[in-house]
């Protein structure tokens, strides 16, 4: 199988070392810049390295771009100019959902197979066995390429379009990144107290729930009791305060808090026990504030 990839980073070339082992693949590779790790990668894998997409791109069965996702549309359209109809196409690259699916819009009209591919850790750390979430018309054949090279398999989203991948990506940094902002302040609170390992403890009900239950039920009761909570967030915020804490992330709450309050009393529920789906249909059609 020829296999190419385009953009030498640090991507680019960690699938290149594992795709090179297997038998029977033959990998074209592609950079602009040249650097010193993929001129070496170049070598050990016994591959030249074209400084552009060209017609060379018509032997690959498959090309993975691991470009930078500003550059993700731009280098498709130019490897779908050469591709083979049939070919298929690994978009590796951090661009956003919308990108992803114009990207599978224009390899369907060419008729080449379009992933999507999410990273969902850090290649410096796990190399090859990094999570990859995929989506897409070509995901499961994706799937089953780094099976064999890397032996880990890459999840693939059930009848999903090219997009999916890269959105649960960015939802997950969402929790996540948001969860670590409110770590920092909430430990800094706690060991200045000298309360850090008597909040574990008082922290014990919610490390028993299950996450998406947990979840769920923090939105159900968002919207029965936010001017409520509204108060207790203030508070918190005062109580930070007093022992020399500013917080960025209870500010941000007390204001997602208030929108909910507030929406609460000019279009009450028509339910004190809405079902999840109520309410976030509910809180989802509360009107956009207009840009500044």
């Known amino acids: 199988m020829?296999?190419?990839?385009?953009?030498?980073g640090e991507v680019g070339r960690c699938y290149a070392r594992v795709l090179a082992g297997v038998a029977g693949n033959s990998l074209l590779l592609c950079e602009q810049r040249v650097s010193?790790?993929?001129?070496?990668?170049?070598?050990?894998?016994?591959?030249?390295?074209?400084?552009?997409?060209?017609?060379?791109l018509g032997e690959a069965d498959w090309v993975f771009s691991c470009v930078v996702g500003t550059k993700s549309l731009e280098v498709a359209q130019s490897?779908?100019?050469?591709?083979?109809?049939?070919?298929?196409?690994?978009?590796?690259?951090?661009a956003s959902p919308e990108t992803k699916r114009q990207g599978e819009a224009l390899a369907s009209a060419k008729k080449v197979a379009y992933t999507d591919v999410a990273i969902m850790g850090a290649i410096a750390l796990l190399g090859a066995r990094t999570p990859l979430l995929c989506a897409g018309d070509g995901a499961t054949s994706f799937s089953a390429i780094l099976a064999e090279a890397a032996g880990v398999v890459p999840r693939v989203l059930p009848d999903s379009r090219a997009g999916d991948a890269m959105s649960l990506k960015i939802l997950r940094s969402v929790f996540t990144k948001g969860m670590e902002a409110l770590a920092v302040e909430l430990l800094m609170a706690a060991e200045r107290q000298g309360l850090r390992l008597a909040l574990y403890e008082v922290l014990q009900d919610i490390d028993k729930a299950s996450l998406p239950q947990f979840l769920e039920m923090l939105v159900t009761t968002h919207v029965i009791h936010a001017r409520r909570r509204q108060h207790e967030v203030?508070?918190?915020?005062?109580?930070?305060?007093?022992?020399?804490?500013?917080?960025?992330?209870?500010?941000?709450?007390q204001h997602r808090f208030a929108r909910t309050?507030?929406?609460?009393?000019?279009?009450?529920?028509?339910?004190?026990?809405?079902?999840?789906?109520d309410a976030l249909t509910w809180l989802s059609s509360e009107p956009q504030k207009a840009a500044a």
């Open 261 to 277: 309050a507030d929406k609460l009393e000019a279009s009450p529920l028509p339910t004190d026990k809405p079902a999840l789906a």
């Open 79 to 94: 490897c779908f100019r050469f591709m083979k109809p049939g070919a298929s196409f690994a978009d590796f690259t951090t």
């Open 36 to 56: 010193e790790l993929a001129a070496n990668l170049a070598g050990d894998v016994n591959a030249p390295i074209n400084e552009a997409v060209g017609p060379w």
């Open 2 to 8: 020829n296999i190419a990839i385009v953009g030498l």
């Open 234 to 253: 203030q508070e918190a915020e005062r109580q930070l305060a007093a022992i020399g804490i500013v917080s960025d992330v209870l500010d941000g709450v």
